[in-house]
């Protein structure tokens, strides 16, 4: 049974910096692509940040500068640090990874439950 559980959300204020990490548990054999996506009430949910399995990054226009992704791959954990947070940046945060589970299985998309990231005064 493979699970992605977030952790790390919470409440800050803007300028502000808050981490928040991945843990995949369950039996994964390869990663294609980890990343980090957001859901704000009445929006659609959007990438945020995205890294590969020999670690290139790419992110949101709206993060370039001010969001980090970084993975632990062996240990199949991937974070997500932001900085200088602003209230646009609210939203429900979702970790992704696109993974394979072995002989037989076919890649596949998993989802963590979401952790809240609030940025307010």
């Known amino acids: 049974q493979v699970r992605l559980v977030e952790s790390g959300g919470g409440f800050v204020q803007p300028g502000g910096s808050l981490n928040v990490s991945c843990s995949a548990s369950g039996s994964i054999q390869n990663i294609n692509i980890l990343g980090w996506f957001r859901q704000a009430p009445g929006k659609q949910r959007d990438r945020v940040a995205t890294?590969?399995?020999?670690?290139?990054?790419d992110y949101a226009e709206s993060v370039k500068g001010r969001f980090t992704i970084t993975s632990d791959n062996a240990n199949m954990r991937w974070n997500l640090q932001m900085n200088s947070l602003k209230p646009a940046d609210t939203a429900v945060y979702y970790c992704?990874?696109?993974?394979?589970?072995?002989?037989?299985?076919?890649?596949?998309?998993?989802w963590g439950q979401g952790t809240q990231v609030t940025v307010s005064s």
């Open positions: 992704y990874g696109n993974l394979w589970l072995g002989p037989g299985t076919p890649w596949r998309d998993f």
């Open positions: 890294i590969t399995r020999s670690g290139g990054t």
